[in-house]
């Protein structure tokens, strides 16, 4: 092949010729493109068959029927009752309908467009030479010259304080680029957000005589969750149950009897969290030690918490200890009471850090 | 004469086209264009459906942006969704609500942005196999294979970003688990964490405005780039193709771009965008007002991500709880399976078509493809890669699978964890005798012919079967056996041409029918031969 178009791309093209017709032009040209047009097969070569025509017949069909459907999409879209009401099977119907009237229109043009070229357009094989590999050694030697002619002329060499004072510069410029995004966005993760207070990482809402909240703000009485029951709380403080408080949201357990001795018993191997439980009540920090996510499932006949997200689990009767999947660290437990009005309070903040670990944690 | 002073419609185009080649010089690369030659296979679709569904997602994205306001501010919904009204939510989310139901034909836009985006990294990593398993990354094409890890990539952050949008219940989730991924990142960690949220998640508010600039214009712009330098270089330095008859490496055979070609892109290209229109508008995904506002405390069972991300959601889930902590300082478990094994498997991609071809001390550019078969190393390694994506994907929902198959869900960690390291050399092996089978089978029929399913029973009471020999035979009825080329050995009758053609037509032939075939499932009864010549065919088949 490559032979051939050497060749002919040597012979122009004769486009003048009266005896040319336009497909030898046509041809010609891909020549003298590389391209050699082997076969050429129009699939119906005396015009209008049998065959010919019920082809014709089909893509018309299919274009139409695109027209069809694009236009009940169009009516469907203006017409349709659209506003969502979860009891009319016709607004519920909206959306399907546009999906069903946009996708008949896309897939009849798709297969009429198809048919058209695979059944209709002369089918043809062409073969077009590569080129591969480097340019020509002529190329390359005079790119080559006139690289290191420019790097000559530019005198690095002759002149290296020019080299070494553009590097100076450059750098403290790029320097220019980085230090607006870097110390735009830049924040210090301990910075307190309140005076006074401790690094977000370590600290959550909680302190001494913070009371334990219902979402709604309610505060909760130690008679209003039965044994075996759990009871998610935030901390009664301003927006204590929203994301501003993402580190505080705290699981409240009321074990039964034997369940709750049994934690007393475990309890002598954390000192820390001794006085923490109040009766046969413990709360521990809802959010997961491994990643984050809200260990919320929470398994009465084993005692455990389990985090949907990964599956770490956690004894409640040893101080949530994690006893399978990736999670490491226990959920720290919340130091809980009840006041003398009755209801549930922290003693102060917890004593480990919650959530996630981080590279400063010890 | 009158200076005539209508404007002549049929010397138009001639006119127009004059006009544009006195400024352009285009007549030349213009028929360069049109002329040049693509070859056809299905397997060259793959990368066409992700460059397409690109496409769906820029229209359908451009749309989403007229409406969704990714504020972090706090709002209470009054929409049209009677049960999450009066719930205190951020404005990112009860815009997507908006978008959902009080945006006439905003909801099929959403669903068809999310059919498409998952359309998108499905068709980049069926491509990307099949670059793989063919060899088509070897010399010319590695940096095309660089580019296209980094568009897997891309594509993942998009999606990921996209996805943390809506800031509903599953998508927080998952943020927050990327909060704690960021956080997991030794010395720098809690300092990239709180730089990147604007303090203790979930921040000051500046992070989905971020993530909605990232997703809208950053990442889009770069892969758009990339997308154009990939194409670009296919162009340039024109499609591999299978071997066959009159293909080799240094010709392409196949059709000119125009019209046939070009025509048949542009039909699939249609093709494509209805499949995702009718998912969009049939299927319903990522309902997000089902799962609600995104809050700290809330999550349900069986929260998984989009698909693409969850071989990290199952290595995280399989990795083994160990920390490392030291002279005060920790690192993580979060850290190994989702920065550094990520990592890890893109390197050894990346380097990949580097490694074999310094294996196989091959240094000539390949544009010829090769199959799977032939290359059996290679193909089982892929396996290999392969079996460990599914498994870490697989264990990314496997309390979804321990729920409906009623297993222990540790029973489940702990299969994933030793199907990790047992499955893959597993993979390795079988796919490694496959190719080797299917070697063997080419070669076979190569030699001995095509089986006929004719049985045929000797004089002296043994039966054979009666075997097609694809070349001619010599004097004692052996065929001459053929070298085998790449690619496929026909090893049916029917692929010979033995069945006559299809008799055209739907309902009542179009056309005549060809004369009556002859079909060699019925050779005649009287056989003319000698006995002796009988047996040596028997022998030789």
């Keep these: 092949m490559t032979q051939t178009h050497e060749h002919t791309a040597t012979t122009p093209i004769d486009a003048d010729g009266a005896d040319k017709t336009r497909w030898e032009i046509v041809r010609e040209g891909a020549r003298e493109d590389g391209i050699e047009i082997v076969h050429y097969e129009p699939p119906f070569p005396v015009p209008g068959t049998k065959g010919e025509r019920r082809l014709q017949r089909v893509v018309a069909g299919m274009f139409l029927f695109t027209g069809l459907c694009a236009t009940a999409f169009v009516v469907i879209y203006i017409f349709w009752p659209w506003e969502y009401n979860r009891s009319d099977t016709m607004s519920n119907l909206y959306t399907p309908m546009l999906g069903l009237t946009m996708g008949l229109a896309l897939t009849t043009v798709g297969l009429g467009v198809m048919t058209w070229g695979k059944k209709l357009i002369p089918r043809e094989i062409s073969i077009q030479s590569r080129h591969d590999g480097a340019s020509t050694p002529r190329d390359r030697q005079v790119i080559t010259s006139t690289l290191l002619y420019m790097g000559d002329e530019l005198g690095l060499k002759r002149r290296p304080m020019l080299g070494l004072s553009l590097l100076a510069g450059l750098a403290p410029l790029g320097a220019v680029v980085a230090a607006p995004l870097i110390g735009g966005m830049i924040e210090d993760p301990h910075k307190p957000t309140e005076p006074g207070g401790g690094s977000p990482l370590t600290t959550t809402a909680w302190a001494d005589k913070v009371r334990l909240t219902r979402k709604d703000g309610t505060p909760i009485r130690p008679e209003e969750v039965s044994a075996g029951g759990q009871i998610t709380v935030f901390p009664g403080v301003p927006h204590g149950a929203t994301n501003q408080h993402a580190d505080s949201p705290t699981l409240l357990i009321h074990l039964r009897a034997e369940d709750a001795d049994e934690l007393r018993r475990n309890l002598h191997r954390y000192p820390e969290d001794e006085g923490s439980v109040w009766g046969n009540f413990v709360a521990y920090s809802k959010i997961c030690t491994h990643a984050g996510c809200p260990a919320s499932l929470y398994e009465q006949q084993t005692n455990r918490l389990l985090c949907p997200c990964h599956q770490s689990q956690f004894l409640i009767t040893d101080n949530a200890k994690p006893i399978f999947g990736p999670a490491t660290r226990r959920m720290p437990m919340l130091p809980i009471t009840v006041n003398d009005e009755g209801v549930f309070e922290a003693t102060s903040d917890f004593k480990s850090p919650i959530g996630p670990g981080f590279w400063e944690r010890s | ?541």
């Design chain 2, 1 to 541: 004469m009158r200076k005539r002073r209508k404007v002549d419609l049929r010397a138009m185009p001639g006119a127009s086209a004059n006009a544009i080649d006195e400024r352009f010089q285009v007549a030349r690369p213009l028929r360069g264009l049109f002329n040049k030659v693509f070859p056809d296979h299905w397997s060259f679709l793959l990368g066409e459906i992700a460059l397409f569904s690109f496409i769906v997602l820029l229209l359908t994205g451009t749309f989403l942006t007229l409406f969704f306001d990714p504020s972090m501010e706090e709002v209470v919904y009054n929409g049209s969704y009677a049960p999450l009204r009066g719930v205190p939510m951020s404005r990112a989310y009860e815009s997507t609500l908006e978008l959902s139901f009080d945006v006439r034909g905003g909801l099929i836009m959403r669903q068809m942005h999310h059919w498409a985006a998952l359309l998108f990294m499905a068709a980049i990593l069926i491509h990307m196999f099949r670059i793989f398993f063919t060899g088509a990354f070897r010399k010319p094409r590695e940096l095309n294979w660089v580019i296209g890890i980094l568009l897997f990539w891309l594509g993942f952050t998009e999606g990921f970003a996209g996805y943390s949008l809506p800031d509903d219940g599953l998508s927080g989730t998952g943020l927050r688990i990327a909060h704690a991924i960021m956080l997991s990142i030794p010395v720098a960690g809690s300092w990239v964490a709180s730089s990147i949220f604007g303090g203790e998640f979930p921040g000051n508010g500046v992070f989905l405005p971020r993530a909605y600039i990232l997703h809208v214009l950053l990442v889009p712009g770069i892969l758009l780039a990339l997308i154009g330098i990939h194409v670009g270089l296919v162009f340039k330095q024109m499609h591999t193709q299978w071997p066959g008859p009159g293909r080799t490496n240094r010709n392409v055979v196949g059709e000119r771009m125009f019209p046939r070609y070009a025509i048949k892109q542009g039909g699939f290209f249609m093709l494509v965008f209805a499949v995702v229109a009718l998912m969009g508008g049939l299927f319903s995904i990522n309902p997000i007002w089902l799962f609600g506002p995104y809050e700290a405390a809330v999550v349900s069972a069986a929260s998984q991500p989009d698909w693409y991300v969850m071989f990290l959601d199952g290595s995280t889930r399989l990795f083994p709880p160990w920390e490392i902590r030291a002279l005060g300082y920790t690192v993580p478990p979060l850290f190994w399976p989702t920065v550094v094994l990520p990592g890890i498997l893109t390197m050894l991609a990346v380097a990949y078509p580097f490694w074999e071809a310094r294996k196989t001390k091959d240094n000539r550019p390949h544009n010829l493809l090769q199959r799977p078969r032939d290359v059996p190393v290679r193909t089982a390694l892929g396996a290999m890669a392969i079996t460990f994506y599914i498994v870490l994907t697989i264990s990314g929902g496997n309390d979804v699978v321990a729920e409906t198959f009623d297993i222990s869900l540790n029973a489940m960690t702990w299969a994933g964890r030793v199907g990790l390291f047992v499955l893959p050399p597993l993979g390795y092996y079988v796919a490694y005798r496959a190719c080797l089978g299917l070697q063997q089978h080419d070669r076979e029929v190569l030699a001995h012919g095509v089986e006929t399913g004719i049985i045929r029973r000797l004089p002296d009471g043994r039966f054979i079967e009666v075997h097609q020999p694809l070349s001619p035979v010599d004097d004692h009825g052996h065929p001459t056996e053929l070298p085998y080329s790449g690619w496929v050995v026909p090893k049916k009758m029917n692929r010979l041409g033995a069945l006559g053609p299809a008799i055209r037509g739907f309902f009542y032939p179009i056309e005549r029918p060809a004369e009556a075939p002859v079909s060699p499932g019925h050779p005649p009864v009287t056989s003319e031969r000698p006995r002796d010549q009988l047996e040596d065919a028997g022998r030789s088949s």
